[in-house]
């Protein structure tokens, strides 16, 4: 069972590990800092150190209880100690995007009574899925103004966990119910302060400062209730 570092700190970018599993490519460690792809946010990049060996992280999902890395050559062997490095650049990215979704799934849910239904997360843009049968292309800039007056007012976003009956009395919180798998016995809460807060195993940013300036790029319709919208940060 890999111990999730990002869980409690999503400002981690180094961290050291023993390798616990080696399958050809992919590596198992007993702790990471690296996000396995996953409820929308793509998995982390970076590279795994052994002595002066480094080891690109390619991909990373999980597997089970465990994280499996994949890495760019064999070489590593059970019982090694490394050292993890992330790619930053690109993390921090997704963080900022992921909270930039979290703020537009509220406004969207809250000013248009949208109910989301997915969201997928990527460096040069992301995408919302809700579903809305009166939908027109004016509320689009409504949106976007309304998710950037969130973002400077400057909120903290918190991270903890709480009990699941406890959790599932919060009333937005099953907005996205798909992120709710019911073995779970505590839930991971992300609540951007007075504004939102939903049940997720995400990496975010530690205020809506930081998501930057939120542009709604385009939206499209799929079916009669289905849309899609994406957007990106400047
Ligand atoms: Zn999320």
């Known amino acids: 069972m890999t111990e999730l570092l990002y869980m409690n700190d999503c400002y981690l970018k180094e ?3 023993l390798v616990e599993k080696v399958d050809g490519n992919f590596v198992v460690l007993d702790k990471t800092a690296f996000y396995p792809q996953g ?12 002595d002066n060996e480094k080891f690109n992280v ?11 890395h994949e890495v760019n050559k064999t070489g590593l062997k059970q019982g090694d100690r490394i050292k993890g490095i992330l790619n930053w650049e690109r993390r921090y990215l997704l963080m900022r995007n992921h909270t930039a979704a979290h703020i537009l799934s509220e406004v969207i849910h809250k000013d248009a009574g949208a109910l989301i239904t997915g969201n997928q997360l990527n460096i040069d843009k ?3 899925d809700f579903n809305l049968e009166n939908f027109n292309r004016e509320q689009l800039s409504g949106f976007a103004s309304m998710a950037n007056e969130i973002v400077k007012k400057d909120l903290q976003i918190k991270i903890y966990s709480k009990p699941r009956e406890e959790a599932l009395k919060i009333p937005s919180i099953t907005k996205l119910a798909n992120v709710l798998p019911p073995a779970v016995k505590d839930l991971r809460i ?3 302060e007075g504004f939102d ?13 930081e998501v930057g300036e939120i542009e709604i790029i385009k939206a499209e319709n ?7 919208l994406y957007f990106k940060l400047k």
């Open 197 to 209: 807060i939903q049940a997720d195993g995400g990496t975010h940013v530690k205020s809506t400062k």
């Open 15 to 17: 961290f050291e590990a």
């Open 190 to 192: 992300v609540e951007i």
């Open 126 to 128: 992301s995408r919302i």
């Open 39 to 50: 409820g929308g946010q793509p998995c982390d990049n970076g590279v795994l150190i052994k």
């Open 58 to 68: 390619v991909f990373a999902k999980k597997i089970g209880q465990d994280v499996s």
């Open 222 to 228: 799929k079916g009669k209730n289905n849309r899609i």
